[in-house]
């Protein structure tokens, strides 16, 4: 049980880092700040697509991450 509790966390791992790696950055350098700034700031370009698929992924392999490691972290003490 502990032996499959840690590779999955492993796996979990590795997976949350090459999601935020492949995640596209949200700056868009110093044009987007001057010429584009305004849209962000109200909300006219959503995202949509891979996007929004990559940044639910996130959140759900961040917390995933999270309570693996805390079971992890509680049944290794016990």
Known sequence: MILFMKILLLIVCVGLIAVVLLQKGKSAGLSGAISGGAEHLFGRTKARGLE???ARLTIVLAV??????????YIVKG
Not at 64 to 73: E, N, T
Request: hydrophobic share 90%; aromatic share 16%.
């Open 52 to 54: 929004l698929f990559m």
């Open 64 to 73: 995933l991450f999270l309570v693996l490691s805390i079971v992890v972290a």
